[in-house]
């Protein structure tokens, strides 16, 4: 009897990293095709008006690319959305010009021309200088805007209406899809702020680039840096070098406090540039200066050197308002300054200057505003200026907790116009709860609903709507001690003050803005931000996200086998 041979059996070949790569992937967006999208409202701060259309959303696709107008502004802002994208999709998203001329592109080079999303600029929009349109069909994606500053803004929309995964710093696998419709959207008031204090402890340059991270995120467009204090001076003054070197070196609880170098302040202005916000320096003036008298006794009123301090206590110091060798100083400091920064303002302080009072107080405020006009900024200081003769274009930053001030609604009638900074709603310092582990309480506690509740056209009694440049959420660090310390105070009350900026009263809804808020939180734990989970938010729970396995996630044999 005869017998076939058995077949040899063919080799096993193992997939190699790049299939493995692909069928997990396919897999996953198999899994998560079937999710719903966000809505198109899912955004903080709300946007003016949203137009949903279930029948368009749209699916980034891995060959997708972003077509830009040929401005050197716009491609910034092309190249920075492709940056937020980049990591978590692992997509090439390769960025184009566009032709010059705005109405042909926004005709010629639409999204379903380009295979995904079109950023273009149009003078002829009737959109403001900081508005933009936002177009999400099947076909694709257009963000138009009149300026690059509009255009960063619409970015920051659509990375929201992407999964929070889009928030991994690495490749993950996840259905990149976005709600179909338009949105349409601007700004209520021109100024949206936060101020971050880095004289009473200090911050290094990378700590301060995160945090203008956050405030791009939520459409803020102006960071208040408190430069200097009783505790700490941070920024180096060629012609005062003691103010750093001696008056640097000190800050609460003893610390080796730290200053910035003109390239360390010239970084941090130009980073914040680039994602179209506005640095503003503050050098507290006449009181708040004790690190300054520390290194130059000649500025004190005995002209005696103090000890340093590195206590939390205000009011008690002073430069001599008596002295010209004070306004030369002056001069010098907030020369330098202003060389420095681009934006037209300078903060001059101006609170708690509790041994300088009456006319003494005054003429020297008077005095100071002088200096800052003749350096072709506008003066910004505390409330406590409002005293004083007004300075065409100067503005008063109000952090008041009780709504009657008619010393600063007189100075509004003079021409003064407000930023509103409310103690006991907007100041970030502040404990969400009487166990909260850092802040203060002096203002009250503000939790995130209180941060929120109030209306910054109506505030202060007596001063219209059209007085107030906008709001800013400042934020005291005698009790913050590092980045995690600044985010858990920050998150989530810094997107409550900036909806209150950004988004028109009509909007405003508590129950509303408390769901949409809760879908920030899985964004900032994936990108492995602190925030404080407030009760008063349902917050979701975190998915977890299917990674793209790369070369390093395989066996060594798959590897070799390449």
């Given at each position: 009897?005869?017998?076939?041979?058995?077949?040899?059996?063919?080799?096993?070949?193992?997939?190699?990293?790049?299939?493995?790569?692909?069928?997990?992937?396919?897999?996953?967006?198999?899994?998560?095709?079937?999710?719903?999208?966000?809505?198109?409202?899912?955004?903080?701060?709300?946007?003016?008006?949203?137009?949903?259309?279930p029948t368009a959303d749209w699916v980034l696709p891995a060959e997708a690319a972003i077509v830009v107008s040929a401005h050197p502004a716009a491609l910034a802002v092309a190249e920075h959305l492709a940056e937020l994208l980049r990591p978590a999709t692992g997509y090439p998203l390769p960025v184009t010009?566009?032709?010059?001329?705005?109405?042909?592109?926004?005709?010629?080079?639409?999204?379903?021309?380009?295979?995904?999303?079109?950023?273009?600029?149009?003078?002829?929009?009737?959109?403001?200088?900081?508005?933009?349109?936002?177009?999400?069909?099947?076909?694709?994606?257009?963000?138009?805007?009149?300026?690059?500053?509009?255009?960063?803004?619409?970015?920051?929309?659509?990375?929201?209406?992407?999964?929070?995964?889009?928030e991994s710093p690495t490749p993950v696998a996840a259905h990149w899809a976005l709600p179909g419709g338009t949105i349409t959207d601007a700004p209520r008031f021109p100024y949206r702020g936060a101020m971050l204090d880095v004289a009473r402890h200090f911050f290094a340059v990378e700590d301060v680039l995160?945090?203008?991270?956050?405030?791009?995120?939520?459409?803020?467009?102006?960071?208040?840096?408190?430069?200097?204090?009783?505790?700490?001076?941070?920024?180096?003054?060629?012609?005062?070098?003691?103010?750093?070197?001696?008056?640097?070196?000190?800050?609460?609880?003893?610390?080796?406090?730290?200053?910035?170098?003109?390239?360390?302040?010239?970084?941090?202005?130009?980073?914040?540039?680039?994602?179209?916000?506005?640095?503003?320096?503050?050098?507290?003036?006449?009181?708040?200066?004790?690190?300054?008298?520390?290194?130059?006794?000649?500025?004190?009123?005995?002209?005696?050197?103090?000890?340093?301090?590195?206590?939390?206590?205000?009011?008690?110091?002073?430069?001599?308002?008596?002295d010209e060798r004070t306004y030369d100083f002056i001069a010098d400091v907030l020369g330098e300054v202003a060389a420095l920064t681009p934006g037209p303002w300078l903060h001059i302080g101006g609170d708690e200057a509790f041994k300088v009072t009456g006319e003494v107080y005054t003429g020297f405020v008077?005095?100071?505003?002088?200096?800052?006009?003749?350096?072709?900024?506008?003066?910004?200081?505390?409330?406590?200026?409002?005293?004083?003769?007004?300075?065409?274009?100067?503005?008063?930053?109000?952090?008041?907790?009780?709504?009657?001030?008619?010393?600063?609604?007189?100075?509004?009638?003079?021409?003064?116009?407000?930023?509103?900074?409310?103690?006991?709603?907007?100041?970030?310092?502040?404990?969400?709860?009487?166990?909260?582990?850092?802040?203060?309480?002096?203002?009250?506690?503000?939790?995130?609903?209180?941060?929120?509740?109030?209306?910054?056209?109506?505030?202060?009694?007596?001063?219209?709507?059209?007085?107030?440049?906008?709001?800013?959420?400042?934020?005291?660090?005698?009790?913050?001690?590092?980045?995690?310390?600044?985010?858990?105070?920050?998150?989530?009350?810094?997107?409550?003050?900036?909806?209150?900026?950004?988004?028109?009263?009509?909007?405003?809804?508590?129950?509303?803005?408390?769901?949409?808020?809760?879908?920030?939180?899985?964004?900032?734990?994936?990108?492995?931000?602190?925030?404080?989970?407030?009760?008063?938010?349902?917050?979701?729970?975190?998915?977890?996200?299917?990674?793209?396995?790369?070369?390093?996630?395989?066996?060594?044999?798959?590897?070799?086998?390449?």
């Open positions: 009897m005869s017998t076939t041979p058995s077949p040899t059996p063919l080799p096993v070949r193992e997939p190699d990293a790049a299939t493995l790569a692909r069928t997990a992937e396919q897999t996953a967006v198999t899994v998560l095709t079937a999710a719903t999208p966000h809505r198109l409202s899912d955004v903080v701060p709300a946007p003016e008006q949203v137009q949903p259309d010009e566009a032709a010059a001329h705005p109405l042909p592109v926004a005709e010629a080079a639409g999204p379903g021309a380009v295979g995904g999303i079109a950023l273009l600029l149009d003078e002829t929009a009737h959109l403001g200088a900081e508005g933009y349109r936002l177009d999400i069909t099947p076909d694709g994606v257009r963000l138009t805007a009149v300026t690059a500053t509009g255009l960063l803004h619409g970015v920051q929309t659509l990375r929201q209406l992407l999964p929070p995964a889009i995160r945090v203008i991270d956050h405030l791009a995120r939520y459409k803020l467009n102006h960071l208040h840096l408190h430069l200097t204090d009783d505790q700490g001076w941070r920024i180096a003054v060629d012609s005062w070098p003691r103010l750093t070197t001696v008056g640097g070196a000190t800050e609460v609880g003893g610390g080796p406090g730290g200053h910035y170098t003109k390239a360390d302040y010239a970084q941090i202005v130009s980073y914040a540039a680039a994602r179209h916000i506005t640095v503003v320096p503050e050098i507290d003036l006449p009181g708040h200066t004790n690190a300054a008298l520390v290194a130059y006794p000649e500025l004190a009123p005995d002209k005696l050197a103090p000890p340093p301090y590195t206590g939390t206590e205000v009011g008690f110091s002073y430069v001599d308002p008596t008077e005095r100071v505003q002088r200096i800052v006009a003749d350096l072709g900024k506008t003066v910004v200081g505390w409330h406590q200026l409002a005293p004083a003769a007004h300075l065409d274009g100067r503005v008063l930053q109000w952090w008041g907790t009780a709504g009657a001030d008619p010393t600063t609604a007189e100075a509004v009638r003079q021409g003064a116009r407000l930023i509103l900074s409310p103690g006991n709603h907007a100041y970030l310092d502040m404990k969400y709860a009487p166990d909260t582990p850092i802040g203060h309480d002096w203002a009250g506690l503000i939790d995130v609903r209180k941060a929120y509740d109030w209306d910054p056209g109506t505030h202060v009694a007596g001063v219209p709507a059209e007085a107030v440049l906008g709001v800013e959420a400042p934020l005291w660090t005698e009790s913050v001690t590092s980045l995690a310390d600044i985010e858990f105070l920050l998150l989530p009350r810094l997107p409550a003050i900036a909806e209150l900026g950004w988004s028109s009263r009509e909007t405003h809804d508590w129950a509303d803005f408390r769901d949409r808020l809760a879908g920030q939180g899985p964004r900032w734990a994936t990108a492995g931000i602190t925030f404080h989970r407030a009760p008063e938010i349902t917050w979701p729970t975190t998915p977890t996200i299917p990674t793209i396995p790369t070369q390093h996630d395989m066996p060594q044999t798959d590897i070799a086998a390449r």
